[in-house]
């Protein structure tokens, strides 16, 4: 089975939260600019409140079938130790998989993880049932599948289930 780098899927990830610009086209013959460009894209919901982030559940729009199992070798589940971190800009994101740990972690956080924004990876899932239940624990947040080494290296994490902001990682 082919595997996708986690890089490339957690920038996919990433690609829900950036808003795109409405640019006008110019024409090369005449020099005048069309007033507009038409660009398919869903009607923008002005009714959000100021700086709440805005997700997409990107699981609606494909199959994920495909990258099951997910196996992430470099982490399990366990304890951590919270520390302060200073990467600015960063959207909150975390790691989980399909234990009891994890799974009573999502249930007893759900309504803070959607508060904050934060984007959900499964790191650890072994089929489409047990993606459903990590999905049912934490109903109003997105969380999708992806091999969490890379993260894990990166950050020097061994365990999740873990939250990831711009100022922390705890559990």
């Given at each position: 089975m082919?595997?996708?780098p ?18 006008v086209?110019e024409?090369q ?55 302060a ?27 803070e ?15 489409t ?7 049912a ?8 599948p ?16 873990v ?9």
């Amino acid at each position: 089975m082919k595997r996708i780098p986690t890089a490339y899927y957690f920038s996919l990830l990433l690609a829900a939260f950036a808003q795109s610009k409405q640019s006008v086209a110019e024409d090369q013959f005449g020099g005048f600019t069309r007033p507009h460009l038409q660009v398919a894209r869903p009607p923008i919901n002005n009714n959000l409140q100021p700086g709440r982030a805005m997700h997409t559940d990107l699981s609606t729009f494909a199959d994920e079938t495909w990258i099951l199992p997910v196996r992430s070798s470099l982490l399990s589940p366990g304890q951590i130790t919270s520390r302060a971190l200073n990467m600015p800009g960063l959207r909150p994101f975390f790691l989980v998989g399909e234990d009891t740990q994890s799974l009573a972690w999502l249930r007893q956080r759900a309504t803070e993880l959607q508060e904050i924004g934060a984007a959900g990876l499964a790191v650890e899932v072994a089929d489409t049932g047990a993606l459903a239940r990590i999905r049912a624990a934490a109903p109003s947040v997105t969380i999708l599948p992806v091999n969490g080494n890379d993260i894990a290296t990166r950050l020097q994490i061994e365990h999740y289930p873990v939250l990831i902001t711009a100022t922390s990682l705890e559990q």
